[in-house]
């Protein structure tokens, strides 16, 4: 591993852990030559999984797609980053989990709803409104009272 600040490939490894939740192994790492400490992380590399949209065209699952979308739906409410974090990483391991080579995007966006249902109500209308496509007032007051009758 090369070494980000002074680009030697001489480092050790001081210290590895799972982290948890993902499919990931974090290294804390030294570099022999110029003693300054980073880390990195390993992750088992999976086969690409195609997403099929709902205009049925297909692109390669992006992380970072499903990360801005429950960001977006999460702004500015009292969600912490390791919960954000911590459900993506399981969104994510459920997909690849179904080790299939495509998913449709209406059972990711399932997956995703039923996070956010657990994490933050608000954030759940916000992502369920987007998700949806809730035409007028009426279709959003109909999931609001399901919502409420669940409770």
């Known amino acids: 591993m090369r070494c980000p600040f002074c680009g030697q490939d001489n480092t050790r490894v001081v210290d590895s852990r799972p982290v948890e939740e993902s499919n990931s192994i974090r290294r804390r790492r030294v570099c022999e030559s110029c003693g300054r400490r980073f880390t ?3 992750k088992v590399e999976t086969f690409p999984v195609m997403v099929i949209k709902k205009d049925q ?5 992006d992380r970072s797609k499903l990360e801005q979308g429950i960001l977006r739906a999460c702004h500015k409410r009292p969600v912490s980053s390791a919960q954000l974090s911590e459900a993506l990483n399981e969104i994510e391991t459920a997909i690849y989990a179904r080790e299939q080579a495509e998913i449709l995007s209406t059972d990711i966006g399932e997956m995703v709803m039923s996070k956010l249902k657990d994490l933050d109500m608000v954030a ?3 992502f369920a409104s987007v998700y949806r496509e809730f035409k007028d007032a009426d279709t959003f007051m109909e999931e609001l ?6 409770q």
């Open 40 to 42: 990195t992380y390993e």
């Open 124 to 126: 759940y209308v916000r």
């Open 145 to 150: 009272k399901k919502l409420l009758s669940e």
């Open 57 to 61: 065209t297909r692109e390669v699952y």
